[in-house]
């Protein structure tokens, strides 16, 4: 028994519609199958919203084909830490840090936050979450927050010159790094 009204995303044999499902029946013209539920998150840094923070999906059990509307192209730069994970798509922080998956089956995910600039990769906390689908929507909870950040680079003699070994790398008159 449904206690509360809940709108699902189904899918007819030839279009999609959305029902609103109540704790009474009614009959359906045709067959309705639930594709996914949604699923939605936000990120921070400095209690400000976070806007073009990418969200990559990844799960063990849930094929690709089965989930709709993310971007299932790969994401330039990020390496997967973990090989028993399937890569399925990103989504994009949006201008109040919020971000969203629709209609994921139920099952088991992975969520792994990137952030990343030309030559910064932003640290983002949690660094991966795991979470489940079952029959209704949900909303990721902690926040993700941008913490920091790592930069890369090189040290060069020159323009297009020969790198420079043992170089001392300060930030604010600290050493940090030599190459």
Partial sequence: MIHQPRALKVVGLQASTTVRVTNSNANAASP???????????VRSDGEPMKGVKFLLFSSLVTKEDVLGCNVSPVPGFQPQDESL??????VSREDGSFSFYSLPSGGYTVIPFYRGERITF??????????????????????????????????NGPEGDGVPEAVVTLNNQIKVKS
Wanted: hydrophobic content about 45%.
């Fill in 32 to 42: 309705l199958i639930v594709a996914g539920y949604n699923v939605s998150g936000s």
């Fill in 86 to 91: 399937v890569y399925l798509c990103y989504t």
């Fill in 123 to 156: 640290d983002v906390a949690p660094s991966r979450l795991d979470f489940t689908v079952e029959h209704d929507s949900l909303k990721i909870e902690p926040v993700f927050h941008v913490m920091g950040f790592s930069v890369t680079g090189r040290v060069l």
